[in-house]
């Protein structure tokens, strides 16, 4: 007869890992959540293009011929940002049923005399009698110039130049990342409930005195860090897929690179502090028994997070204060603020590497401090573990 295989600890690992991936995928919280994000990024998405394409357009008739005035009415609709059109009519009555058939916004008569008339419904708006005016004077202008002999005028063109030529890229770029990091947020705060969740299920059903039978209990913390940072990042990245490329797809941004690198940034951010949170949720699940309890040792890690969100959106307006630059470097609120400094442009190549080792350090720490309590706390079902007794057992 032979002997029960002993499981390796990594094996061990990614069972406990499997595990939480195939409950938590089906659980109609984690499917309700995914559905709700990518509805609110297509709907974004959706009101930016409509806002995008939701320029001034304006129909405008001409009675007789048109091929002097539909050059000078399109260049005074562009000047004053109206998609003009020029509809050609054969007389004074036509242009009346096309005015009342809401065919054209106007309709201009008489245009080659020195009475001409626009003929509205009821009144002409300011962007339309703008079109109109202009053109008409700068027909009248062109020949009255040419009556006196002068044939063109050499009119210099005005060169335009910005101070800040980069401002609405950057500013494309720290949307991106402001709406990152809230996604960010949100994720760490869902998949930090659902570790907690389990941790407590599986307390006061006693089933974790049957998994750590035949596991350690930094194993079982490992597997559900795992599984669940699988299952989170897979979320991040196909709702970070969808806006990403829902924006390149209908040209809401002007520079696909920047957005795509600062959609990178966010991800790899998630990665680190999903790390540290997640190992601060179950530690702070495994203190207590009953989900009644969860909300008072979730509350100061939640506070954090709300804290590092506010400080992250805060440092979009200005990457390069004291109190942006000071957290940038903080463990656990780095990950909400860095992003939107890194996409602000206001980022020394030493600050980011600085900012990566300090997280993984105190990832690190909370790992190595929070497996002792994990572990001494996981098995204490009644009641409320204190933390100093949790971490004696752990050493224990």
Do not use: C, H
Request: proline share 4%; hydrophobic share 55%.
């Amino acid at each position: 007869m032979t002997e029960p295989r002993t499981l390796s600890s990594a094996a061990l690992v990614r069972l406990v890992a499997a595990r939480e991936i195939s409950t938590r995928i089906r659980d109609k919280s984690f499917i309700i959540s995914s559905v709700v994000i990518i509805l609110l990024i297509v709907g974004s998405i959706g009101f930016q293009v409509a806002i995008n394409s939701g320029g001034a357009e304006s129909r405008i008739g001409v009675v007789g011929d048109i091929s002097s005035l539909r050059p000078a009415l399109e260049a005074q609709g562009k000047a004053v940002a109206v998609d003009v059109t020029v509809v050609e009519l054969d007389d004074d009555a036509a242009a009346r049923s096309a005015v009342k058939d809401g065919d054209v916004d106007g309709a201009l008569v008489d245009a080659d005399t020195s009475s001409p008339r626009l003929v509205v419904q009821d009144s002409a708006d300011g962007s339309l009698r703008a079109v109109v005016q202009g053109a008409v004077a700068q027909l009248s202008l062109s020949e009255q110039l040419a009556r006196a002999g002068v044939s063109t005028l050499d009119v210099p063109e005005v060169a335009v130049s910005p101070l800040d030529p980069d401002s609405e890229q950057n500013g494309q770029r720290i949307v991106a990342a402001i709406i990152g990091v809230s996604l960010l947020y949100g994720l760490l705060i869902l998949f930090g409930q659902f570790i907690a969740q389990g941790v407590v299920e599986e307390k006061s059903s006693r089933v974790v005195e049957l998994l750590l039978a035949t596991m350690r209990p930094w194993q079982l913390l490992a597997g559900k860090i795992l599984g669940l940072g699988v299952l989170a990042l897979g979320q991040m990245v196909v709702v970070i897929g969808v806006g990403v490329g829902g924006a390149l797809a209908f040209d809401v941004v002007d520079v696909p690179g920047d957005i795509v690198g600062t959609a990178v940034s966010v991800v790899a951010w998630f990665v680190l502090g999903f790390a540290f949170y997640a190992s601060i949720f179950a530690v702070a699940a495994s203190l207590v028994s009953r989900q009644e309890d969860l909300g008072t040792v979730l509350m100061p890690t939640t506070l954090v997070l709300v804290v590092a969100l506010v400080i992250g959106i805060q440092a979009a307006g200005d990457p390069g204060g004291t109190l942006a630059t000071v957290t940038s470097y903080v463990p656990g609120l780095s990950p909400l603020v860095m992003p939107v400094r890194q996409a602000a442009g206001d980022v020394a190549l030493w600050e980011i590497p600085l900012a990566v080792v300090l997280m993984l350090i105190a990832t690190a720490l909370i790992v190595r401090l929070g497996g002792r309590v994990y572990a001494g706390a996981l098995l204490r079902t009644s009641g409320k573990t204190k933390l100093r007794e949790a971490l004696t057992a752990g050493r224990a």
